[in-house]
């Protein structure tokens, strides 16, 4: 199992950015579904994840200005990410509890950059 982020770039303080994590296998079989966020010289963060059952969760500083979702006819894990700050710059990561057997696997995808200007 493969995952591909992509979407993201350079935004000014107040826009928007759509990423989205393909995957490179049908995904109606994933469990929790999440994104991180890494700045240079920092820990990866968690950021906001979406469990099989459709629950939602997001880390303080985003709530109210991302929304994760997945489209499992696409096989892909969204992040929208509205009212944008300095402060959201990072890559951004997106991860997967993929069933394997009898045993869970973690799966990360590439990173995307996001920058936000001021």
């Known amino acids: 199992v493969q995952l591909q982020a992509s979407g993201g770039g350079l935004v000014q303080a107040g826009g928007s950015l759509r990423l989205s994590c393909v995957a490179s296998?049908?995904?109606?079989?994933?469990?929790?579904m999440s994104w991180y966020r890494q700045t240079p010289g920092n820990k990866r963060e968690w950021v906001a994840l979406l469990n099989e059952g459709g629950g939602t969760m997001y880390t303080d500083s985003v709530k109210g200005r991302f929304t994760i979702s997945r489209d499992n006819a696409k096989n892909t894990l969204y992040l929208q990410m509205n009212s944008l700050k300095p402060e959201d710059t990072a890559v951004y990561f997106c991860?997967?509890?993929?069933?394997?057997?009898?045993?869970?696997?973690?799966?990360w995808g590439q990173g995307t950059l996001v920058t936000v200007s001021s």
């Open positions: 296998e049908k995904i109606f079989s994933f469990k929790t």
């Open positions: 991860n997967a509890d993929v069933p394997l057997g009898d045993r869970l696997a973690i799966v």
